[in-house]
């Protein structure tokens, strides 16, 4: 399969605590992205981060990302109820308009 | 601007009929895509059009067909469903020259039994 793996599967925190989940990827990349979904909805981008940066924000949401061992890591601070839902990372192979998604991490934030 | 619709929302098949999931965009895209989910799966890519009058097979072509009818317009054909092909169908537009973001409809929902 040429789907990335996200850890954990699952997560489940407390209102206010930062939310952490990591995605590794097998291919060369142009960039990658992390998605959120809510249930029984469509997915909805959230920020891209090139193969040639190594850090971006915006907002509460930080990802970094390390080419070299070919991973990615999504932290939202100071969660809210409403950030429940599942979150995928994507990337698009170089020299291609493919994207391959994560298999993704399910995040509940409890009140 | 409604983005990117997909119609119908919801469909029951029996095993070897056959139907069209619709998939119209207005937001001028170049590239449009049809995503299956299954269930603690991500989303697997099965066809993908990078312009109008272009398809190419993604990660799970078999068992499906489609159409890039237009620059707005691109459909998912299931010649002859199998209850593998029980689903969720999320169709999606970008412009990858640019910016690379993806837009996403609603998704199909779909049951072959």
């Known amino acids: 399969s040429q789907q990335g793996e996200e850890d954990p599967q699952a997560l489940s925190i407390q209102e206010g605590e930062n939310a952490t989940m990591n995605c590794s990827y097998k291919?060369?990349?142009?960039?990658l992205q992390w998605y959120r979904q809510n249930s029984g909805r469509g997915l909805v981008h959230l920020i891209l981060i090139r193969s040639n940066e190594r850090e971006k924000h915006s907002g509460r949401l930080r990802v970094t990302l390390d080419t070299s061992k070919k991973s990615s890591s999504l932290l939202i601070t100071a969660s809210r109820a409403a950030d429940t839902a599942s979150y995928f990372c994507?990337?698009?192979?170089?020299?291609?308009?493919?994207?391959?998604f994560g298999t993704g991490t399910r995040l509940k934030v409890l009140a | 601007n409604a983005g990117v619709t997909q119609t119908p929302k919801f469909q029951v098949l029996k095993t070897g009929q056959s139907m069209t999931l619709q998939c119209a965009q207005d937001m001028n895209h170049n590239s449009m895509y049809w995503y299956r989910q299954d269930p603690g799966m991500g989303l697997r890519l099965i066809y993908y059009s990078a312009s109008e009058g272009t398809t190419d097979k993604g990660e799970v072509p078999n068992g499906y067909n489609v159409s890039r009818l237009n620059k707005r317009e691109f459909s998912l054909r299931l010649e002859s469903a199998a209850p593998s092909q029980t689903s969720v169908y999320f169709c999606?537009?970008?412009?990858?020259?640019?910016?690379?973001?993806?837009?996403f409809g609603p998704g199909t929902r779909l049951t072959v039994t």
């Open positions: 999606a537009s970008s412009v990858p020259e640019s910016s690379y973001e993806q837009y």
């Open positions: 291919t060369s990349i142009n960039n």
């Open positions: 994507a990337t698009v192979r170089s020299g291609t308009y493919k994207y391959i």
